[in-house]
């Protein structure tokens, strides 16, 4: 997908301009953040990071926003999330120019996902639907754990738009581990490390695990036990290297096709 992107950015009179939005200096979203920076500018986008400090006002988060929406050479913006206390997610994410919105988290963009029209789509759900596009999906039971809006929503609707039959679950859903036990593709997006295990798992299922945390002694894992996970399942991404790296090649691909989409 990368290489795909790099060979249609260079083959345009302008490069598509990405700028990504940090507020404040945490941990992980700078790796990320550098991360996505770096891939990119291999791909030939150009790429800048507008990295504010943890104190910035909303107001001012609200202008920078504005200043970039009115940016002609600007085609994505991102904000990486989670922004520090005080200030308002949705206020920043409603902010932002629909169709600069390469993260596809605003309203509009979630709005024509749900309705099944075409808009910018949520990097991590695109990249998981591109993973299973080996997978036969039509009437295939389909297990979504986890209802965030970043992940659970969108990628239920993805399936469902896939012709998958699709559960919505999430850590109150009754008898969860026998309804994961009935999915030919489980979606693990839950946000905690190794909650899934072996035994959740049917033979030959498609997991796909979203989930990205680190336990007491340093290691990352995902949302799946995955060496119990592995030893049933017929395929399963891996923690880390697996729906990560889709997300930036996604991120890169939504830039370009937002830049296009402009006439840009």
């Given at each position: 997908m990368r290489a795909d992107v790099a060979a249609r950015v260079a083959a345009r009179s302008r490069s598509p301009g990405?700028?990504?939005?940090?507020v404040g200096d945490d941990p992980a979203s700078t790796v990320y953040v550098r991360s996505k920076d770096r891939a990119a500018r291999q791909a030939g986008i150009a790429a800048r990071t507008i990295h504010l400090?943890?104190?910035t006002s909303e107001a001012a988060l609200l202008a920078e926003i504005r200043t970039l929406n009115e940016d002609p050479l600007v085609d994505?913006?991102?904000v990486q999330l989670p922004l520090p206390q005080g200030l308002r997610t949705e206020a920043v994410l409603d902010?932002?120019?629909?169709?600069?919105?390469?993260?596809g988290l605003t309203p509009t963009n979630a709005g024509l996902l749900a309705s099944g029209r075409k808009g910018l789509v949520p990097c991590t759900p695109k990249g998981i639907m591109r993973l299973l596009a080996e997978t036969p999906l039509t009437g295939a039971r389909a297990v979504v754990l986890g209802r965030s809006v970043l992940v659970g929503r969108p990628v239920a609707a993805l399936l469902t738009a896939a012709d998958a039959t699709v559960t919505l679950a999430h850590s109150r859903t009754r008898d969860l581990v026998t309804l994961c036990r009935r999915a030919e593709v489980l979606v693990a997006a839950i946000g905690r490390p190794e909650m899934v295990g072996g035994d959740w798992i049917a033979p030959s299922a498609t997991?796909?695990?979203?989930?990205?945390?680190?336990?007491?002694?340093?290691?990352l894992v995902g949302d799946v036990a995955y060496a119990e996970a592995a030893a049933v399942a017929g395929a399963i991404t891996p923690v880390p290297g697996g729906?990560?790296?889709?997300?930036i090649a996604c991120l890169l691909e939504n830039t370009l096709e937002a830049a296009i989409a402009r006439g840009a």
């Open positions: 990405l700028a990504v939005v940090l400090p943890a104190a994505g913006i991102l902010a932002i120019d629909p169709a600069k919105d390469v993260d997991v796909i695990d979203v989930g990205i945390n680190r336990t007491a002694d340093g290691r729906v990560g790296p889709m997300t």
